[in-house]
């Protein structure tokens, strides 16, 4: 039977290096997974594939997309684009045998368990906020002042925590093992 899997969690916790790991532990074995690709009203940047990174789309076309009820979740956040999980995709996938996993914040979770109560909810944790930080800062993209705002937004999201299925600690490089894990509550969720 297949399942609909959202993995969420603060910014620098490791979530995208956790589901890549999920997706080599998926090919290793034949098995079959999709990784949901959202839409977004951004522009694309450099490196992103269009139909592969995201489906870039106006806002025009976003809008009408929700008053047809085509999303599973979405939202748009302070930037004022928007960004959301075509429904339609993940009912495909779904019925053709596949794991479907969801890469979203909490509100995406909340708005995906409310039409899809059976979807699994996997809470990806720091061991700490130092950790978290330290994290943020060994990637060099961000200023202080972005780092200080994603460290705030994360101990926001930590409260949330307790309403998802599962909570997995993601230790300093133990991200395979993380996936292990992942993958393990996967399998024996029904």
């Excluded at 489906?55 to 999303?71: A, G, L, T």
């Excluded at 978290?132 to 002042?145: A, I, P, Q, S």
Aim: hydrophobic content about 30%.
């Amino acid at each position: 039977m297949s399942k609909l899997v959202v993995i969420s969690g603060p910014s620098g916790v490791g979530k995208g290096t956790v589901v890549k790991e999920l997706q080599r532990m998926y090919k290793e074995n034949n098995e079959k997974l999709y990784l949901s690709i959202s839409c977004t009203t951004r522009t694309i940047r450099e490196g992103e594939i269009e139909n592969v990174s995201y489906y870039f789309i106006s806002v025009s076309e976003f809008q009408e997309m929700i008053k047809k009820n085509e999303f599973l979740e979405y939202n748009q956040y302070g930037t004022g684009k928007y960004y959301g999980t075509p429904l339609k995709k993940v009912e495909e996938y779904l019925d053709e045998g596949y794991d479907v996993i969801l890469e979203i914040d909490v509100n995406g979770y909340r708005q995906v368990k409310e039409r899809m109560k059976d979807a699994i909810g996997v809470f990806i944790m720091p061991p700490s906020i130092e950790e978290v930080e330290y994290r943020l800062r060994k990637r060099n993209t961000e200023t202080d002042e972005v780092i200080k705002k994603r460290l705030e937004i994360a101990k926001e999201e930590l409260k949330t925590k307790d309403e998802y299925d599962y909570l997995v600690i993601n230790e300093r490089d133990k991200q395979v093992e993380t996936a292990e894990k992942v993958y393990r509550i996967i399998k024996r969720s029904i």
